[in-house]
């Protein structure tokens, strides 16, 4: 069958069953891979058209008045898809709409085999940025040229099918033989497709120089080649002159560049700092192009002293920014070869041999773990790393991943087949070889903290984002322990009965039943489940009872709750120790039963090595839940920790998490990372409040006598670009007056957003707030003008919502914690910031509280030391939104009138760029910013 019959509809809403109806139909005809024909019209559904689908597709209810009926074009619309294959993006949607249409009108609905383009393009094009149908068409370079009208997205699904199929033609004989077994998961009808590719790739004699095949799965070749390296004779002066200076080839090769003196001055003092052995602080002002200018010197020391520097980031957008666009330009500006590797944790790397064996479960897949699979076969054929983070996954499709990452490997012979093809030993290979390794900040840490055996040696190192240092290492120094993790690596290690991790490992051998514990295990399991389950239920319990008293609620929306074992309720608290420690025992059984279970098949010789790795990271794990609820309730530790639980308030009664950091990181950092290293430069553009590094060099630990610190200031000319203003009529929030506050921010929300044309971006400090201010606004803003979008209201990620908040011309974006940093919205698509509250932390946070208490034993103020420059350094975050070119302008709104008010205030004023500030009633402020803008 070689016709396909690709369909688009417009229609009134999303649901036929609720009378939504069609309005456009846009049809495409393909044979013989060309496409032959077209037909499109317009239907009358008898009903107005919504203003949002007006907005959308541009059709008005005038324009289809004097269409036809859909009754009237049933049969011919019917008569087009005869022995065709019927195509759409998103199947579902456009032939359930379709075939009620069709039913509701006398008319036999469509019974066509069909094939989908969202889900096809998840298979074949697994490395691409979304699946919008837009997203797909820039990703291919097909012509849009009307997006949702009919026709037009019906023409651009049919080129991008044809895509699809020539894709799919490409694939390895190994690919297409792993896809058919796959195949009837698929809401696609793929068989046909498959088999005819199948058939020709069996006999087909060319074969693909940069496909390797291995035990049944095809996948890239890759080669980690040792280059001779480059020595470099030039000074560093002239090195920077030749890259900096007029007519140097910064200007040659980058467009629009203006020189920024910061940018060459930090590189300067990064270079002091490795020749004479110190550390730094460097806080880079937004525009500085701090990356350019650490990576210039850092590349330079490599190559001279032989000896690899190591960079760190806390987000992986900052290391894909700077392996796709600094370091190619780099190179491009400098006259020697250099390599840089990304390195991260064996979590992000797949592991070939796990994922093959996975392939060979004769376990019945559900949709998602097919598509998870199907994605991955695909992506191995494409990939050069391996790693994880290159595609995006289904959801539940990690939990898939988990079990296939090189992490869960056991030993690997280095002779065997599997190391020479593992993704994470190439990129240890890279990164040895390379002179740059690129990692994160998670991956320093766990390196830090397990006597450097992660990352090659190194003596250098530059961090990035250094602000979250601190965090990342508290949190790899600490602990994380929840119910959902526990249960489900128990459910993978199953009973002996079920086609789990334990019950596979018994199937494939004969044993003797009265040698192996097998019904004890059994037992003992079943047990085990349930005093996790009655653990986590009385802890859920007992923060229910305490929040009463000490409630906080963390920016996730969950309550969180300190405990100290000595001022616990010790009746009920004592309880909950002795489940702890009952729940250990019944684990140590587990892992008795399973060494038991090892050491039998060892001794008859017959256990392979993967169902040996198997026993062996299935004790490793229950070993790992032992030690934590050691370190959480059983045990003193020797450096003060802080401990908590997060409980989903409207969660089932055991969502609960438990975590455990030190109280204090700075003795930790001193003594394991500034001693150990010869010079750590660390660098962000919000490292200082009121000009002093006081306080993260206090945090970090680092030593007063062996570092040096520097601003580096913006070129932007603050002073002519940014107001900031702030009204002194709004409700003062202490004195309980919150719905007041929040309807005072919606005024204002609505007034700036009529003289800024939307282009908004609201900072909250707590979800509840938000949550508040968009059901007001809701109901009060003009809904067919402005689109509002809101973290944690409306669906999808940090990056997508703030794609959403760019397409649309009058948007208005409210978002709270990960939003105050990290995110660029450059130009006219952000007119205006607002900060509702200044970002302090809730005292009763319990870290904060911990870390207070702390510091008031040792004769210090908390709020001073800690609170305030926390949150200083996150208003400088959230200041840093607004500007991020130097032809940028806009409107700095803070609420918050303690900002002038309070003692404290000029610690916030003082620490951003000196801009032109307005403390005046709203309506002035109103007046002020329309005669600005």
């Known amino acids: 069958m070689e016709k396909y019959v690709i369909i688009d509809l417009e229609t009134t809403g999303q649901t036929p069953s609720k009378d939504d109806k069609i309005i456009e139909v846009g049809i495409v005809v393909i044979e013989n891979n060309k496409i032959t024909d077209h037909y499109s019209t317009l239907l009358n559904p008898s009903m107005p058209i919504p203003p949002f689908i007006s907005n959308l597709t541009g059709i008005v209810d005038k324009d289809v008045e004097d269409a036809p009926t859909f009754k009237e074009k049933a049969n011919e619309i019917n008569d087009i898809f005869r022995d065709g294959y019927l195509i759409a993006h998103n199947v579902p949607f456009d032939l359930g709409f379709l075939n009620t249409e069709l039913a509701n009108n006398g008319v036999h609905p469509l019974s066509n085999p069909v094939l989908d383009t969202v889900e096809l393009s998840r298979i074949l094009y697994p490395k691409a940025p979304g699946y919008k149908l837009g997203q797909l068409a820039e990703f291919l370079n097909i012509h849009h040229n009307e997006p949702h009208r009919a026709l037009s997205d019906a023409y651009v699904t049919a080129k991008l099918f044809l895509n699809l199929k020539e894709k799919l033609d490409s694939l390895p004989f190994e690919t297409i033989n792993q896809l058919l077994k796959l195949e009837k998961t698929f809401k696609s009808d793929l068989y046909p497709l498959l088999k005819e590719r199948y058939e020709k790739s069996a006999f087909s004699t060319v074969e693909n120089e940069n496909i390797v095949s291995y035990s049944g799965l095809a996948f890239r070749h890759i080669e980690v080649v040792k280059e ?63 990356s350019l200018a650490y990576l210039i010197p850092a590349i330079y020391d490599a190559k001279k002293t032989k000896r690899r520097t190591v960079i760190s980031t806390h987000t992986t957008q900052l290391q894909a920014q700077l392996l796709e666009e600094e370091i190619p330009l780099i190179q491009k500006l400098v006259d020697f070869e250099f390599k840089a590797a990304l ?9 070939l041999e796990k994922f093959e064996r996975s392939l060979d479960s004769d376990q019945q897949d559900n949709y998602d773990m097919a598509l998870t699979k199907a994605m991955i076969l695909v ?44 993704y994470y030993q190439k990129a240890r290979k890279r990164a040895q070889q390379a002179d740059i390794i690129i990692t994160n900040h998670a991956l320093l840490c766990t390196d830090m903290f397990n006597d450097y055996q992660f990352l090659p040696s190194y003596d250098k190192v530059i961090v990035d984002e250094a602000h979250h240092l601190e965090e990342t290492a508290s949190r790899h120094y600490g602990l994380k322990l929840d119910y959902i993790n526990m249960q489900f690596i128990l459910n993978q290690i199953g009973s002996t009965t079920e086609a789990k991790s334990l019950g596979k490992v018994l199937s494939k051998y004969s ?24 653990l986590f239920r009385s802890l859920f319990q007992y923060v229910v009872d305490q929040q009463k008293k000490n409630k906080s609620l963390s920016d996730i929306g969950r309550t969180q709750y300190r405990f100290e074992t000595e001022k616990e309720d010790p009746k009920k608290w004592n309880t909950i120790e002795e489940m702890a420690t009952r729940l250990t025992f019944y684990l140590r059984d587990l892992i008795h039963i399973l060494a038991e279970i090892e050491q039998y098949f060892e001794k008859k010789e017959v256990l392979n090595k993967f169902d040996k790795d198997e026993l062996k990271v299935n004790i490793e794990l229950l070993q790992s839940f032992i030690d934590r609820i050691e370190k959480l309730f059983l045990i003193e530790e020797s450096i003060e ?74 070129p932007f000319l603050y002073d002519e670009q940014v107001q900031l203003m702030i009204p002194d009529d709004f409700p003062d929030i202490k ?10 921010t919606c005024e204002a929300i609505l007034s700036l957003a009529e003289i800024t044309n939307g282009r908004m971006l609201v900072l909250f400090t707590s979800y509840d707030m938000l949550r508040k201010s968009y059901r007001l606004l809701r109901e009060t803003i003009d809904l067919d003008k402005y689109v509002l979008i809101a973290q944690g209201i409306s669906s999808g990620s940090r990056t997508r919502l703030k794609k959403n908040f760019q397409t649309f011309d009058e948007a208005i974006l409210l978002g709270t914690s990960s939003f105050w940093e990290g995110v660029d919205i450059p130009g006219d698509d952000l007119s205006c910031l607002m900060i509702v509250r200044l970002p302090f932390q809730p005292p009763d946070h319990p870290i904060y509280e911990a870390k207070s208490n702390y510091l008031k034993e040792a004769g210090k103020n908390a ?71």
């Not at 390195?343 to 592991?351: C, F």
């Not at 007056?737 to 005072?744: E, M, R």
Request: aromatic content about 14%.
């Open 511 to 534: 044993f003797d039943k009265e040698q192996l514990s097998l019904e004890k295990w059994d037992t003992i399991f079943v047990d085990t489940k349930y005093e996790v389950d009655d």
């Open 863 to 933: 709020f001073f030391e800690l609170s305030l420059p926390n949150a200083v350094i996150r208003f400088k975050q959230g200041f840093g939104r607004l500007i991020r070119s130097t032809n940028d302008r806009g409107i700095v709104f803070v609420c918050d009138a303690r900002i002038i008010k309070a003692r404290y205030g000029k610690f916030f004023t003082e620490s951003i760029p000196n801009v032109p500030i307005t403390f005046d009633s709203t309506p002035e402020i109103m007046k002020k910013a329309e005669k600005w803008f």
């Open 228 to 290: 001779k390296q480059d020595s470099i004779e030039v000074s560093y002066g002239d090195y920077l002159d030749s890259i900096y200076e007029k007519d140097g080839s910064m200007q040659q090769h980058m467009k629009n560049y203006e020189k920024r003196n910061g940018q060459r001055e930090m590189s300067e003092a990064i270079f002091d700092a490795f020749q004479i052995h110190k550390h730094a602080l460097l806080e880079a002002e937004t525009g500085t192009g701090k």
């Open 641 to 714: 920790q802080v401990r908590w639980i997060e409980i989903e308030t409207y969660g089932s009664r055991n969502a609960v998490y438990l975590y455990s950091e030190p109280t204090d990181m700075s003795q930790l950092l001193a003594n394991d990372f500034f001693t150990r290293k010869q010079s750590v430069i660390l660098t962000s553009a919000t490292l200082t409040m009121r000009n002093s590094f006081t306080f993260i060099q206090n945090r970090l630990g680092l030593p007063e006598e062996s570092f040096i610190a520097k601003n580096i200031n913006s």
């Open 343 to 351: 390195l991260k944790g064996k979590s992000h790397y797949i592991s």
């Open 735 to 744: 004195y309980g007056n919150l719905d007041d506050f929040v309807y005072a």
């Open 379 to 422: 992506w191995i054929t494409e990939t050069e790393t391996g790693d994880i983070d290159e595609i995006h996954l289904p959801s539940s499709g990690y939990l898939f991943y988990r079990k296939v990452s090189t992490d869960t490997e056991g030993y690997i012979d280095p002779y065997s087949p599997w190391f020479s093809h593992s």
